[in-house]
């Protein structure tokens, strides 16, 4: 497949075969530009031609698509085969209902009358788990959350039982608790329904949970493919080798590097006559470009590789060992306390209703204690909607602090023009929405040095070259624009652009949630390698839990605009206390299908509303341990309960008592003994 653009041809799809079995579930992984979403979207006949120019074949139960005309393609489409898209939200018509937009799909398919189509689809809504079905199907998308508009997704994909589902990074950016929903949802239509999926991601830790055989594509080309277990266990390609060691783990020390796939994706613009990814490989040599590798039998059964070096591969050898970086350490900077934070509360108020119009507060942020110390990092985690990244928004005065304070090094924060503008800086989760898109990018990393007044114009030139060569950015790069740069690139730019007015604290809001684990890990070592260097301390805000612990020195565990624990970074890790720092870790995918961890039940519903909070705890509405009469009544005080450590649970003494913590701190068999205990 190849998108005739002006001026050049894009060969996105060079030439693949896929076959997947009844009933069975494949997972096509790699980079983003890779391939593998546009080969699926021309399953469903949604690449546009022109440009796109589609040859070979695409075979449905023996039925050819590539040329199909668009009535009968149309009747497959949502019929016979269902897709789930990555944004529901933008798949979703904000302006219809949910109840009609599932109806529709029963109506033009399976042509029932309207009304029995809206009785079907609450039944849809109920399948999926959406709680009470009936009464939500008169309400519009952004009236669920993120989590909930997937499931209303995949009821659309399932309403008229399709014999193959396309899941296209259905769970990318969710957090761990919604996306192990997600992940389980599916599994269990999957088995009651009989039918295929093809689950295209980059996350391979949920491939590992839910894939019978994997194919991993570079470069518009399957370099690998076979059994989920065996590639695992032992991939025969670098590239492949490559993305799992790439992966930061909740299940394993941190350490100081991680390893890391050099340079970006390789875009193709002419026919494919060598491996694409001899560039970026650590074994490329001559007889790599020499011809194109074609995929070959190796490793176990059913396992193939297009390496010409997979049998060395076997030999043994690790490819990709951890990073031995040579990083000239900061100055000592001791134990100085940077940053204090005391009862900060964000609350907003809103609006809601009709006619009969009703106020409400949103307790965004509710009262937090945090501390963060120079040259350190902490991590903050929770769910969407816990108040996190309001919290960062409030640590560089992007929004007011209704109560309590924030000081930086004993000042207090001046959210008007205060030095802290300087002192504090931010990199947002989207870098692109972040920069003007007219400005070139030279202009928009001196932008904070020309705001504080830093250097002449030649000073602010010379420092925005040497700040785009430290994060990896060429200096010749300056004259482009933002949109010319992929998205890892991007986030090396807001990270140049923080750094430019030497700023000691950087907030860091969901800075690597939507990058490939590739990217990923080069984002993670740069901000390790810049901490060493200058000795700036990072708030790292994150539902990804494995990338926080790689990169954090303490951990603040956020539910509901409120901390409920709060510990040195292993500590939580090794043995979470409160039972809900222990159902987000229960969460977290651990990529290998071998893995002997059983995995845990998914976390249930959503988080209630932040305008009107449960008394008491207030995740007693979900946790697995509440006790009717405490944990709904008293609220729970943040306190002490080690060195260093701090929970706000009623039930924490069971938690740290030493039969709670047998079996190796299993975190997920101790939910089960904490109920025990605590009831």
């Known amino acids: 497949m190849r998108f005739d653009t002006p001026g050049r041809e894009i060969r996105a799809v060079n030439g693949i075969d896929v076959n997947v079995g009844a009933g069975e579930v494949f997972a096509l992984v790699g980079e983003s530009g890779s391939g593998k979403s546009v080969s699926m979207l021309s399953v469903m006949g949604l690449v546009p ?34 897709m789930v898209f990555q944004d529901p939200m933008s798949s979703l018509n904000p302006v219809h209902r949910i109840g009609r937009q599932i109806a529709e799909v029963l109506h033009l398919h399976q042509k029932i009358s309207r009304r029995d189509a809206m009785d079907q689809a609450g039944e849809l809504l109920d399948k999926v788990g959406i709680p009470n079905a009936g009464g939500r ?74 894939a019978d055989r994997v194919a991993v594509m570079y ?56 491996c694409p990814f001899h560039s970026r490989c650590p074994m490329g040599d001559d007889s790599c470009v020499a011809s194109l590798p074609t995929l070959e039998a190796s490793g176990r059964e059913g396992q193939f590789s297009a390496c010409v070096h997979h049998a060395s591969i076997l030999d043994g050898g690790d490819l990709w060992p951890s990073l031995d970086r040579e990083v000239t ?55 969407s909607g816990c108040g996190k990244s309001t919290l960062g928004r409030a640590l560089v005065g992007l929004v007011e602090a209704t ?47 020309r705001v504080h007044n830093i250097g002449s114009a030649d000073e602010r030139s010379e420092r925005v070259a040497k700040l785009l060569g430290q994060v990896g950015i060429p200096a010749e790069a300056a004259t482009r624009h933002p949109h010319e740069f992929s998205g890892g690139q991007r986030q090396r730019i807001a990270i140049a652009r923080a750094l430019a007015a030497n700023p000691e604290v950087i907030v ?25 260097e200058t000795g700036v301390s990072l708030i790292f805000i994150a539902h990804d839990l494995a990338v926080v612990r790689h990169i954090s020195h303490e951990v603040a565990v956020m539910y509901l605009g409120q901390v409920v624990e709060r510990a040195p970074r292993d500590d939580i890790y090794e043995t979470p206390l409160h039972p809900y720092t222990k159902a987000l870790l229960a969460a977290v995918p651990v990529p290998d299908p071998s893995s002997s961890i059983a995995l845990a039940p998914p976390l249930e519903g959503d988080l209630p509303d932040p305008s009107d909070p449960p008394t008491g705890c207030r995740f007693h509405t979900r946790c697995p341990v509440a006790v009717i009469g405490l944990c709904d009544e008293i609220i729970p005080e943040l306190r002490v309960v080690d060195t260093d450590r701090w929970v706000a649970c009623h039930l924490v003494e069971a938690s740290t008592d030493q039969s709670f913590l047998a079996g190796e701190g299993d975190i997920r068999g101790d939910l089960g003994l904490l109920a025990e205990q605590g009831g």
């Open 49 to 82: 031609t022109p440009p796109a120019v589609v040859t070979g074949s695409i075979l449905f139960d023996g039925l050819e698509l590539v040329g199909l005309g668009r009535s009968k393609m149309n009747a497959i489409r949502g019929g016979e085969i269902g």
């Open 137 to 210: 199907l008169k309400d519009y998308p952004h009236e669920f959350s993120g989590g909930m508009r997937q499931r209303v997704m995949i009821a659309i994909a399932l309403a008229c039982g399709p014999r193959l589902l396309i899941a296209d990074e259905p769970t990318t950016a969710l957090d761990v608790t919604v996306q192990r929903q997600i992940v389980t949802l599916v599994q269990q239509l999957q088995a009651d329904l009989g039918m295929a999926v093809i689950w295209i991601t980059h996350d391979l830790g949920v491939v590992a949970e839910i």
């Open 219 to 274: 470069g518009g080309r399957i370099v690998e493919t076979g059994n989920a277990a065996d590639l695992y266990r032992t991939a025969t390609h670098p590239y492949t080798s490559g993305l799992l060691h790439s992966i930061p783990r909740t299940d394993t020390i941190r350490t100081e590097w991680l390893p890391e796939i050099p340079g970006t994706p390789v875009q193709l613009v002419d026919d494919l006559l060598s």
């Open 329 to 383: 350490a900061a100055v000592e900077h001791g134990d100085e306390l940077l940053v204090s934070i005391e009862g900060l509360k964000v609350h907003f108020p809103v609006e809601r209703g009709g006619r009969a119009r009703r106020k409400a507060v949103v307790l965004a942020v509710d009262g937090v204690d945090l501390e963060l110390r120079r040259g350190r990092t902490l991590g903050i985690v929770g769910e």
């Open 403 to 449: 109560d309590g304070r924030v000081l930086i090094k004993g000042e207090p924060l001046d959210t008007s023009s205060g030095p802290h503008r300087r002192t504090v800086q931010m990199i947002f989760q989207d870098p692109f929405s972040s920069m003007n898109p007219g400005m070139r990018v030279g202009d928009v990393v001196a932008e904070p040095m």
């Open 508 to 532: 860091c809001d969901e800075p690597v949630s939507a990058l490939d684990v590739s990217v990923q890990a080069q984002i993670v070592n740069l901000l390790h390698e810049t901490q060493l």
